[in-house]
């Protein structure tokens, strides 16, 4: 999506055959797993959504955990360059245009949602934008995003301003109004933002890809870089979260996409207090008005720690396994995936199959149905299509 379209680089590729025999093993257990959420179902009670739901109701009781008619869906990076209706509002504006005007961002939240009926709508901007706020310069030219300078010392992060949330994204909060007048709750409007963790990682690579195992490494070592960095994000990313939901984002998503990089040791040392510091910031900032997803690649050594973030929803990576995250989690969260892309490379019917192993695990109880990052630029929008209409028929 181009809520975050620069992390192509960061795409799983799955051997097809090793695909087939997972989706076989689901499928297996899908009577099993079917009858013990209809028994969840009875036992809950009041717990259980019933019959007649927006879109929005859906995802937000799945997002509590509740049990629903059926699986909600969305697709990480919906609205993007898939989308032949994107490319032409793209060939006529620029990325940072489109992200920074509320009419445009508005049509393009909105145009996934007109073809596919999904039951999430996601603000059309980019992790890094509430960046250019801080004093940095933002572009995203063919080669990816460009963040400059470069916060290569303590001195450059002395000098990144602090914006007064309020006023610095007014562009994004009036699309936000935007969408929640225009869908009326006929789907979820998602906000989102970087994780500390991974946007210090831009901020320091200024967006390059080559080096960013080597800037990673500075990052864990250089404390007093660190520590100044995460002093200044930690507040300007709970506040560009906070007026999303006072503006009328319903969800919020926390992308940590480059923590997955990290040991357990390592995560939950430098990334983890950080992320949970938004967290709680929000939280007071709201009064929990609104859930709060997790996202971070990779992030199969990671799942106790992630519900540790004090995240409602955790979305995992195609790479870690539906089955066992149900399992770590239990009914403390709910989860969010995970469908590989490149399934939607494919051919409707390995679509479907996969889509349905997926759900047979996901079930209706504190699951929302996606992918386990963003679509890939490539797929075909009849496949994608196919995905969207296989949860959609799905209970």
């Given at each position: 999506m181009a809520e975050i379209a620069h992390n192509n680089d960061a795409k799983t590729i799955h051997n097809i055959p090793i695909m087939a025999t997972a989706v076989a093993d689901c499928i297996h257990h899908e009577h099993l797993y079917i009858t013990r959420t209809i028994a969840y179902a009875a036992r809950m009670g009041s717990n259980v959504a019933t019959t007649a739901l927006s879109g929005a109701a859906r995802?937000?009781?799945?997002?509590?955990?509740?049990?629903?008619?059926?699986a909600p869906v969305w697709l990480m990076r919906q609205a993007g360059r898939y989308l032949p209706e994107y490319m032409a509002l793209r060939r006529l504006h620029d990325f940072v245009t489109c992200c920074t005007t509320p009419e445009l961002a508005t049509e393009i939240s909105l145009q996934p949602w007109r073809r596919f009926g999904v039951d999430g709508v996601v603000v059309f901007c980019d992790i890094l934008m509430p960046l250019a706020a801080m004093g940095l310069e933002f572009s995203v030219p063919d080669g990816g995003p460009r963040l400059s300078p470069i916060m290569s010392s303590l001195a450059d992060v002395h000098r990144l301003k602090t914006p007064d949330a309020s006023t610095a994204f007014s562009y994004l909060t009036t699309t936000l109004s935007n969408l929640r007048s225009e869908l009326n709750d006929r789907a979820a409007v998602i906000g989102f933002c970087g994780a500390p963790w991974t946007v210090a990682l831009y901020m320091i690579t200024g967006g390059a890809k080559a080096n960013r195992a080597e800037v990673q490494q500075q990052l864990l070592?250089?404390?007093?870089?660190?520590?100044?960095?995460?002093?200044?994000?930690?507040?300007?990313?709970?506040?560009?979260?906070t007026v999303q939901i006072q503006a009328g984002a319903q969800i919020v998503q926390i992308f940590d996409t480059w923590a997955g990089l990290l040991s357990t040791q390592d995560y939950e040392r430098f990334a983890l207090p950080v992320t949970r510091a938004v967290i709680e910031r929000v939280r007071a900032h709201t009064n929990r008005a609104a859930p709060i997803t997790i996202f971070?690649?990779?992030c199969?050594?990671?799942?106790?720690?992630?519900?540790?973030?004090?995240?409602?929803?955790?979305?995992?990576?195609?790479?870690t396994n539906l089955q066992t995250a149900r399992e770590q989690f239990g009914h403390r969260v709910a989860i969010q995936g995970n469908l590989d892309p490149e399934i939607l490379l494919t051919t409707p019917e390995t679509i479907r199959t996969a889509t349905r192993a997926m759900l047979a695990v996901g079930g209706t109880t504190g699951y929302i149905a996606n992918l386990g990052h963003g679509i890939d630029r490539h797929t075909p929008v009849e496949n994608v299509a196919v995905f969207v209409k296989e949860i959609q028929n799905g209970s």
């Open positions: 995802f937000l009781a799945a997002a509590q955990r509740r049990t629903v008619d059926r070592h250089d404390e007093k870089l660190r520590t100044a960095l995460f002093d200044k994000l930690v507040p300007m990313l709970a506040d560009y979260l971070c690649q990779q199969a050594h990671l799942l106790p720690q992630l519900v540790e973030s004090g995240a409602d929803v955790v979305s995992i990576d195609a790479r």
